[in-house]
């Protein structure tokens, strides 16, 4: 249940009437591997070791895990998607940059399958060591929607530096019910009020 008393930056929102930014685009540097298996509120958490990092601008966010949700949180102008992976990153001070990618019903894609192949079913996770490499995995993108928010579970933590990858891509109708056996069924927060958040795209064309 989601408490009350949270602030009004809350995810996930409609990403709709959004400004174009000159602002820098985030850098995705990506090299290190999977080490470990969690589960925790639902979700199936894939960790990696040090070695991958994200910039924007002289900011440096270290990947810290990826995990999934099915259906989609964030919507574009109305439009649902099947499934959203988030890459969560921190900084030297512990504060938090997601990069989402959402994808909607058509081809499977490659890397949704290597980390169903790789995520092992519930009650089975210790010690598993899934052979993922982060740099196979990395949303390919110069063009993202920028907003700050919330993070989608508890404690919801304000603030969150949101990028969602602009294009979206493509999930089977199969992977997304294999992403859901792993989690256990539907695992998406509701839409949040946007509260007069603004949000830009960066490294958008015009």
Do not use: K
Not at 38 to 57: A, K, P, T, Y
Not at 132 to 138: N, P, W, Y
Not at 153 to 181: D, H, I, M
């Amino acid at each position: 249940m989601t408490p009350d008393n949270l602030g009004q930056g809350q995810s996930p929102i409609d990403i709709s009437d959004w400004v174009q930014s000159d602002a820098t685009a985030p850098a995705l540097t990506y090299a290190s591997e999977a080490m470990r298996v969690e589960r925790s509120q639902g979700f199936v958490m894939i960790h990696f070791s040090r070695g991958s990092e994200l910039h924007v601008g002289d900011e440096s966010y270290r990947l810290l895990q990826l995990h999934w949700h099915t259906p989609a949180e964030h919507t574009v102008d109305g439009e649902e998607f099947e499934a959203e992976v988030h890459f969560i990153h921190a900084n030297e001070n512990d504060e938090l940059l997601v990069v989402g990618v959402m994808y909607r019903l058509g081809d499977p894609d490659e890397g949704l399958r290597q980390i169903i192949v790789e995520s092992p079913p519930e009650g089975e996770e210790a010690g598993v060591v899934p052979a993922l490499l982060s740099a196979e995995l990395a949303p390919r993108s110069d063009a993202f929607y920028h907003y700050v928010g919330s993070l989608t579970a508890a404690p919801f933590s304000e603030p969150v530096q949101w990028y969602l990858v602009q294009s979206p891509g493509t999930v089977s109708q199969r992977q997304v019910e294999q992403l859901q056996e792993l989690t256990g069924g539907p695992n998406a927060r509701p839409l949040q009020d946007r509260n007069g958040r603004t949000i830009v795209c960066v490294g958008c064309g015009s």
